[in-house]
């Protein structure tokens, strides 16, 4: 079974240009988030989206956005990239969305895609 | 509101020796505690979870985790490290009905021979 997908693993964009990340779910699963990972800040949630509805926003910038499609397959976009928007950008799916649930239910991580704005 | 917060951003041991990484828990309701190890250039693997289940968790690769609500903790630990422990490690809480996990700020662990 493959696991999470996300293109593109690395990218270099300068300031000021906008970038779109796309992530693949497990087959099956209909819940997506996204996080961003940086040294200073560490791991922080940006979105989540469960069957097309963005269930939960993280406390990011209006330039930060996403999208769910039918297929679960999901991206994100940052416009008017900054310096600051370096980061590794992960997304991780769930079948049931409920990570935060009594059953078993698993947060799978892709490998992420590095973005470096220069 | 939730959050975790973990003590001590590096934690060296010699292989063979206890590993203990410590994670508190800040929330309002009943919590949903997770750790994850990342290994360079990965992304995050579940160690273990806890449900209310049970205390006491046992995870992947031999550690385990005991919930103590008097104490607010969630420490991980595993009896012997072995080289390939060496990573960094993340606690994460979140409520019920939500993938949104609040993270630590992660523990990188070494492992010395």
């Known amino acids: 079974k493959a696991g999470v997908t996300q293109t593109p693993r690395y990218l270099i964009k300068t300031r000021g240009q906008q970038v779109t990340l796309s992530c693949s779910p497990i087959s099956g699963h209909r819940s997506v988030s996204w996080y961003q990972q940086t040294p200073g800040q560490g791991l922080q949630f940006l979105f989540e989206y469960f069957s097309e509805t963005q269930r939960n926003k993280g406390n990011f910038p209006g330039r930060f956005s996403g999208r769910q499609f039918s297929n679960s397959r999901s991206e994100m976009n940052v416009s008017t990239l900054e310096l600051g928007d370096s980061a590794l950008y992960l997304c991780a799916s769930s079948f049931t969305g409920l990570a935060g649930g009594p059953d078993t239910g698993e947060l799978f991580f892709g490998e992420g895609s590095r973005l470096t704005v220069l | 509101a939730q959050s975790v917060t973990q003590l001590g951003s590096h934690v060296s041991v010699s292989e063979g020796a206890l590993v203990l990484l410590r994670c508190n828990y800040s929330s309002s309701v009943p919590p949903y505690l997770f750790w994850y190890v990342q290994y360079p250039n990965q992304g995050l693997q579940l160690l273990l979870k806890?449900?209310?289940?049970?205390?006491l968790v046992k995870g992947i690769n031999g550690f385990e985790a005991e919930f103590k609500k008097s104490e607010t903790s969630f420490h991980l630990t595993k009896p012997s490290a072995h080289m390939s422990d060496a990573a960094e490690y993340f606690c994460?809480?979140?409520?019920?009905?939500?993938?949104?996990?609040?993270f630590g700020t992660g523990t990188r662990l070494q492992v010395f021979p």
């Open positions: 806890y449900t209310s289940a049970a205390t």
């Open positions: 994460a809480v979140t409520r019920y009905n939500t993938d949104k996990l609040i």
